[in-house]
Structure formats: C-alpha cells, structure tokens
C-alpha cells in the first residue's frame, strides 16, 4: 500500500451531523485512478465524516506498511469537522514520518493541520509531491500549497475516466460520477471557476468513456451518473459524439448534467441525442428570468423565449424519454432585478414549473478589499462590483420574520454572510443584499413547488430499491431516503473494516 485517501461530501441529512451524501468523492477516486496507472496502490475511504474516530484508528492502523508514502484527504467542499481534524493531529502523532496531504477546489482545506496542499485538479501536482517523498526535489509551491492550476495543469486531458475497486464495495443503485471535459466555454461574469473561456477541443476520449461506463456495468452494475461537466451541451458535436458511444453499450444509462438553458433552446438538434444518452435530468443556471439582468452577466437570450423553449424541452422529454426533471437555479439581486422583476419570476415558476422543481440563491459578492483570503478564483463581479453598479451598503437591522421561511438554508446563510465578514454588504438602484435576503426567506421559500430538492441529491433515492427514475418527478419519492443512506454507509464501512 503506498496511500490511503480519506474523502467524502459533508451533508447534514435531517439534523444529524455526523450523516453524510450518499455520494463518494469524486477527486479522491480521480486521483487514486490516475496513481495506479502510474504504479501505485492506493485505497480510497470514503464517507469519512459517518466514521468516528475510533473507527478510522482502527481501519487505518490495520492498512499502514512500510511502504506507505503519504495519507490524502480529498474534499469538494468542507472537509475539516472536529472528527476529521481530531483524526488529523492522531496521524501526526502516531505517524509521524508519513507526509499528509489535501486536496481541494477551495480555500476551506487549510482549515485541516497537514503538511501540503493541492490547489485544483491534482493528477500531475501529486505525482510530483510522490516523487518528492522519494527523494526527488520539492514541487513548485508557495508555502506548502501547490497551485495545480497554474505549476501543474491537468486539462485538458483525453483520459478523464475513473476506475473502482471491490474494496469500494459500489451499490448497484448508486449514482456514480462522469467526467467527460474540464473547463467551459463561457465566460458568466459571477462565475468564479478558474477554467473559463476554453476554445480548443477539451473532451475526453470515447473510447475511455466507453471503456468506463462497461466496466461499472459489468461489474457492480452501475447505470445511473452525473455528469460533471461545467456545461454539458456546450457543443453539439460533444453530444453527437458521445451520443454514439452510448448507442453503443448494451444498457440504457440515465443521467443528469449540468445544461445551458439558451443553448438548449435553440438547439433542437441536441434533443434526441442527450435523450439517447440518458441525460433526462437537467439543472439550467439561468441566473434571472428578467432579461437585462440576465444579460448583463453574459445570458442574453430573451427571457421569454427561454420560459416558452423550457416548456418545450419538458414536454418533448417526457414524451419522447419516458422521464424528464427540470431543475432552474436563479440569483437574486443581479444587476437591473427588482422587487417586481423577482415576483414575477416566482409566479412563472409557480404557474408553469412546479411540477418540476427550481431554486434561488442571493447573490453574493466576495468583498476582496477587507478580506485576506485569496486561495479561491475570484470572478469579475468579485473583482469590479463597482462596474457592475453596487457599492458598500450599511448594515441593515434584522427584521426577516423567520417564521415565515420555510427553507431553513436562507437563516443559516444569513448569519454566515452577516458574521464571516467574507461577503460584501451590497446596494444597488433597485436592491440590497438584506431585501433579497428578507425577499428569500419569507417569499421565495413559500413558493408553490412539488419540491425543492437538491437536483444533485438524486443519488439518495437509489439506495430505496422502491424508487424508480421516473419517481424522481413524483412528489411523495422526494422526501429524503435518510435510514436508506446511513445503512448503505454503516454497511459500507464495518465492510471496509472487515
């Protein structure tokens, strides 16, 4: 054994802390994948924050050998909670000459004590770390963090595939992961991913997409994924193109992808091709159904015309495919929204979308002149919000009826955003960031939907044998399978531990 990486999205399923996404880390298995090609063996743990601690002591204690090279923590998100840290400071004392590193997309891995940190995708970064433990010299880095974005670039890359092992005791019924290209096409000026603006071919091969979608089948068989492209359908030909291996394979996968609303609108074309996919399930950032808002960070397509074109992609889907779940994710407080213009957003919703589900988030703008951190991509609007017509705001007395909000995620963001100081109080001509705040929690929570579920949460309900893709729309199967998640996690780990 030369590593283990520890990895594992942190969600709170009912109140409970300690519970867990049924979902596996994606970049902790990318980079185990990507390792053993180069010789290396190496374990994934996943679900990390269901184990307690005497439970990782235990499992780990019974995987170090003297070959072991270095422990990983890989996390898409937060990944430092008190288990996880205390479990930290347990490998330092108790190893003390094995390395420990982190990985992530964000600033929130250097709240974990260890010794490097991988900044972005970490396939070429970590194998240079690799060499280093064995003598070579020191990757390029800036205090221990090793910016992978810009010292050691992994996109594009033909091979994107990932591939499990029996000691990752894969459910049949889970939602695995796909990645198909890295980096988008556009350019949303509130977009703060780093890869923005790509303009060569960035997709992975077919064949290894083949390839990795076969051997999941035959193997555990796998045939629901998520795609995780930043824009699925920002080509035709990609569609087209992976539409073919598809018909190819000896099932029917279904999917749900990440699909630009305007794009899919205009290219009918593409229809009958994502269906042929699978992918029957879409989330859209539209960002603002009001066109001048829209338009002013880079979705320019008539309002109208997308509302009238989503209603024709819902009723060609469910026709043609059996199944379609349209997920519309909307800002609040863009630049020319207004009080009215966000009211009557939600009334098209609730007149001609809630049989399908959608959700809101406030715009949040990084006040990057009061604040040190600078890990993270910053996007224009972070960078010139001026320009974009805001400026600093006074703080503004609490007077949200709480109440009244029936989504309990607005409350918690209103205190991180009132108490971290990492956010801008905003104003604008028409708006502040507490009337959108205030609007969020007693309005738009009370929206008239079937649900509102997290899109990318599908992966709980294949746990449930009783749930079916087509159950997804079906308001009765949204609630949260929690007992089903936790066994399949509990069975995981005394599995691992075995």
């Known amino acids: 054994m030369h590593s283990i990486i520890f990895g594992g999205l942190l969600e709170d399923l009912g109140g409970d802390p300690s519970a867990v996404s049924i979902r596996r880390s994606s970049g ?52 430092s909670t008190p288990t996880v840290i205390e479990f930290v400071h347990w490998l330092k004392k108790t190893y003390p000459n094995i390395p420990i590193v982190c990985g992530s997309q964000n600033e929130t891995m250097k709240e974990l004590p260890v010794d490097w940190y991988i900044y972005g995708y970490g396939e070429y970064a970590i194998l240079a770390l690799i060499d280093h433990f064995q003598g070579s010299p020191e990757p390029r880095h800036k205090d221990r963090l090793i910016d992978a974005y810009t010292d050691y670039r992994a996109y594009p890359k033909s091979d994107l595939s990932v591939h499990y092992e029996a000691r990752d005791y894969i459910a049949e019924r889970e939602i695995l992961l796909l990645e198909m290209a890295r980096g988008c096409k556009f350019k949303c000026s509130f977009c703060s991913f780093p890869i923005l ?35 699925f359908n920002d080509s035709s030909d990609k569609i087209a193109k992976y539409a073919n291996v598809i018909k190819k394979l000896p099932f029917q996968p279904t999917m749900t992808a990440y699909i630009r609303a305007d794009l899919m609108v205009s290219r009918i074309q593409d229809w009958d091709n994502l269906i042929t996919m699978g992918i029957t399930s879409h989330f859209y950032g539209v960002e603002s159904m009001h066109q001048p808002s829209a338009k002013s960070i880079g979705k320019g397509m008539n309002s109208g015309r997308i509302q009238d074109g989503l209603i024709q992609v819902d009723e060609y889907f469910r026709k043609n495919a059996g199944f379609y779940k349209g997920h519309i994710s909307l800002i609040a407080g863009l630049p020319h929204e207004t009080m009215d213009t966000l009211r009557s957003t939600k009334k098209w919703l609730e007149e001609n979308w809630s049989h399908n589900s959608f959700h809101m988030n406030v715009l949040m703008i ?37 109440a009244k909000s029936v989504n309990p995620y607005f409350q918690k963001l209103y205190h ?83």
């Open 197 to 231: 603006g790509v303009k060569d071919d960035h997709t992975s091969s077919e064949q290894k997409l083949y390839d990795e979608m076969s051997e999941n089948y035959d193997k555990w068989g796998t045939t629901h994924y998520m795609v995780l492209d930043e824009t």
């Open 416 to 498: 991180y955003v009132r108490d971290s100081g990492y956010y801008l109080n905003w104003e604008n001509d028409n708006l502040n960031l507490h009337q959108v705040m205030k609007f969020c929690a007693e309005e738009w929570s009370q929206a008239k939907v079937r649900n509102i579920i997290d899109p990318f949460m599908y992966d709980k309900f294949f746990i449930d044998p009783s749930v079916q893709w087509k159950d997804f729309s079906e308001m009765e199967y949204m609630e949260r399978k929690t007992d089903h998640i936790l066994q399949h996690i509990d069975g995981y780990i005394q599995s691992k531990l075995r």
């Open 366 to 402: 990084k006040d990057l002149e009061n604040n040190v951190k600078t890990l993270n991509h910053n996007s224009v609007m972070d960078k010139d919000w001026r320009k974009f017509g805001y400026r600093r705001a006074e703080s503004h007395v609490d007077d949200i009826d709480w």
């Open 28 to 79: 902790a298995h990318k980079i185990a994948t990507f390792l053993r090609q180069n010789d290396y063996d190496v374990e994934v743990l996943d679900y990390i924050h269901r184990w307690s601690l005497p439970q990782l002591q235990e499992f780990t204690q019974k995987r170090v050998t003297k070959e072991l090279l270095f422990f990983g923590f890989s996390s898409t998100f937060a990944i």
